[in-house]
């Protein structure tokens, strides 16, 4: 390899450097605005899972009142 070709791949190593750290730069700062932490998402969480599990059980006891409940035919 001559110096030329050296220095060329010095030159590309460092620009692909600096375009890593800004990428890197980038995924920082929408991970701090954009994404919602286990901790924030907890409360959350429990809420939601509450709540499908009322539904879950009143569909669950309306089927079971109407099988249980049949008229004798």
Known sequence: MSKKDD???????TTN?????????EIKA????DYVTKEEF???????YGLVG???LTVVGALLAVIIVQ???
Not at 7 to 13: S, V, Y
């Open 71 to 73: 008229p004798n035919l």
């Open 30 to 33: 929408k991970l701090d605005n």
């Open 17 to 25: 450097i600096k375009n890593i750290r800004v990428n890197v730069v």
């Open 42 to 48: 907890e409360p959350v969480k429990k809420l939601v």
């Open 54 to 56: 009322i539904i879950l």
């Open 7 to 13: 220095h060329d791949l010095l030159i590309e190593a």
